[in-house]
């Protein structure tokens, strides 16, 4: 059973999604940054199935690339930079010194919590989200063509097909006492190959069945917009643009 957030109509979360990066990148405030950060994954773990564990496992590449920019920031923010010698001895800094590490640590606590409020929005929707669901709603709402859809179905559902390929041409290998990386030339051309097989084995398969993306169709659930989904889009934008200009 589908939860509040797992019902809202997937192409209208999406544009206010995207609406919403597009406000973020145009801010400084961390705080704004940071409350969009805990709102978005409040929303994933009250309102979806997921468990903490699956999305703190997402979360730790996230927290990783934070760390990293916070890290630039602080230390090349504003064409300055400050030694770990410089560090040491705080108190017998000059002024102007103290006050470029200030602005370095403004600038590094923006840029960081940024790409967190960026990580939690796409978790939000990545994990709030059915696949053949969005691609219906980009169907009906967004009126993508059936042909486009239905190809980013068939890719959808090859991609488990693709890990288990992987795992046998790894397999393979080593029984033959060959050891190759994950990147291995080898493995990927192997992909490579047996994926356009499966390519060209669904094409064949729709067209066996008189797949016409253009034909009259009856469908077996038709994604809706509801008054919520509005609701709740255009409180997101609001409440961001006015802590913007607040």
Not at 44 to 50: A, D, I, P, Q
Not at 61 to 78: H, I, K, Q, S, V
Not at 108 to 124: K, P, V
């Amino acid at each position: 059973m589908r939860t509040f957030a797992e019902k809202l109509n997937p192409s209208i979360k999406l544009i206010t999604i995207l609406i919403l990066v597009i406000l973020i990148s145009f801010q400084y405030r961390t705080m704004l940054n940071l409350s969009i950060f805990v709102f978005s994954l409040l929303l994933v773990f009250l309102g979806s199935h997921n468990a903490p564990k699956k999305v703190l496992k997402i979360l730790i590449p996230a927290f990783f690339a934070a760390f990293g920019l916070f890290m630039m920031g602080l230390y090349y923010a504003r064409g300055s930079s400050v030694t770990a010698t410089a560090l040491s001895d705080v108190s017998s800094m000059p002024y102007v010194v103290r006050a470029a590490m200030s602005r370095n640590l403004t600038t590094a606590l923006q840029l960081s919590t940024r790409l967190l409020a960026f990580a939690g929005l796409g978790i939000y929707f990545a994990l709030t989200t059915n696949g053949e669901y969005f691609v219906r709603s980009l169907m009906h709402q967004c009126h993508m063509s059936p042909k486009f859809a239905y190809g980013m179905l068939a890719a959808f559902h090859l991609l488990p097909h693709m890990a288990n390929e992987l795992k046998s041409v790894q397999l393979s290998y080593r029984v033959r006492g060959m050891h190759v990386s994950f990147l291995s030339r080898r493995v990927l051309f192997t992909m490579l190959v047996n994926s356009i097989h499966w390519s060209e084995s669904l094409a064949m398969a729709m067209g066996s069945k008189g797949f016409d993306g253009d034909a009259p169709r009856t469908w077996c659930e038709i994604p809706e917009v509801h008054l919520s989904d509005i609701l709740l889009s255009v409180f997101s934008i609001a409440a961001v643009v006015t802590a913007m200009v607040i």
